[in-house]
């Protein structure tokens, strides 16, 4: 039988053993001296079915006094230790804040819709628009009821309009127009807003269109607005946006909620007007619908017409990115290429 270990000596000794602990060496080595299969504490643990029955209880006592005597002593010497370990670690990576930075590899860039949307707000903003914000889910009343567009008609269709599975009759909102008619509602006229975000239309993808896009909307309501007020406003936008080099041709359209309506086309800066993929052929781009508040959707709003007239317009900005930047191609602007967005680095299209 094994000589009898003084467990009162072992915890003594130990605890003073563990108390000088400076390095996480140090520490090591006394977690498998005081813990370790060879060490006195596990022999201790491993004697007790030998001890007489009758001293069996307090010996067992004195090896758990003894083990949990250890076992905090240790404890308190890793955390003092670990303590000590990070707080030089830190000191050692402690950054030296006299030296020049360091610039990154490659630098990210403003996306050019956003170039493009921040500069189309810049220009509205100094013609007295105020920026809102709507819903990119809404309500087929507010995208088209309230737009003079009726049940039936066929811009409902699901074949040209997302609709969602949250019950209901809701919808991904096709134009950014239905801000049109909550704008109205709260704030009343005059009014003079833009607002812009996503939109969403069930159309094939080429190299001019996507089924998702971003779209500016520009309505003005105030006592007298007429045709030419409208024709201003969008010849100075577009010269403002491109300069007087780009032209442009306003030509009779249809949209539910105005009327008269027209559609503004940029010639296309890729063929000049001899047709390409990117045109469909046409020779021209088209910019933006427009044309003045129909007086249903007036009426839809409680607004007292004719004394208060107005108009609105809705830009493709996808559209507007392609002729500034030269992107003969929509589906560039959504690869993720780095090389096609690492052109943007450091643009900015604010004047």
């Known amino acids: 039988m094994s000589e009898q270990i003084d467990l009162t000596l072992l915890a003594q000794s130990g605890v003073e053993a ?24 596990q022999q201790a643990q491993k004697r007790i079915p030998q001890i007489d029955p009758t001293e069996r209880k307090e010996y067992g006592r004195q090896v758990n006094a003894a083990r949990q005597a250890l076992q905090e002593s240790f404890e308190q010497a890793k955390l003092r230790v670990e303590e000590t370990h990070w707080l030089a670690k830190i000191e050692a990576d402690k950054p030296d804040l006299t030296l020049p ?15 493009i949307a921040e500069r189309v707000s810049q220009i509205f903003g100094q013609m007295g628009f105020q920026s809102v914000t709507g819903l990119e889910i809404e309500t087929e009343y507010y995208n088209f009821t309230a737009l003079n567009t009726p049940p039936g008609h066929p811009a409902r269709d699901a074949q040209d309009t997302f609709y969602t599975d949250l019950g209901g009759d809701y919808v991904l909102r096709s134009h950014t127009s239905p801000v049109q008619i909550r704008a109205l509602e709260e704030h009343g006229c005059p009014l003079r807003v833009m607002t812009y975000g996503k939109v969403y239309r069930n ?3 080429n190299a001019r269109k996507l089924p998702f896009f971003h779209q500016m909307e520009i309505l003005c309501v105030e006592e007298g607005i007429h045709f030419g007020h409208l024709k201003w406003t969008l010849e100075r936008f577009i010269a403002e946006l491109f300069g007087s080099e780009i032209e442009i041709r306003l030509r009779p359209d249809f949209f539910p909620f105005t009327e008269p309506s027209a559609e503004v086309d940029a010639l296309c800066p890729f063929c000049k007007g001899s047709g390409c993929s990117t045109c469909g052929g046409k020779g021209w781009l088209e910019l933006l619908g427009c044309g003045l508040v129909d007086p249903n959707v007036m009426a839809a709003c409680k607004l007292e017409y004719p004394r208060y007239t107005g108009f609105a317009a809705g830009l493709g900005l996808e559209r507007l990115a392609m002729i500034a930047f030269g992107i003969a191609d929509i589906r560039e602007l959504y690869r993720n290429d780095i090389r096609f967005l690492s052109q943007f680095e450091g643009m900015s299209y604010a004047r």
Request: aromatic share 4%.
């Open 18 to 41: 563990l108390g000088e602990i400076s390095s996480l060496e140090a520490l090591e080595e006394a977690r498998v001296k005081f813990f370790g299969d060879k060490s006195q504490l």
């Open 203 to 205: 159309e094939e993808t």
């Open 101 to 115: 930075g360091i610039r990154p590899n490659q630098l990210g860039a403003l996306h050019p819709i956003t170039i």
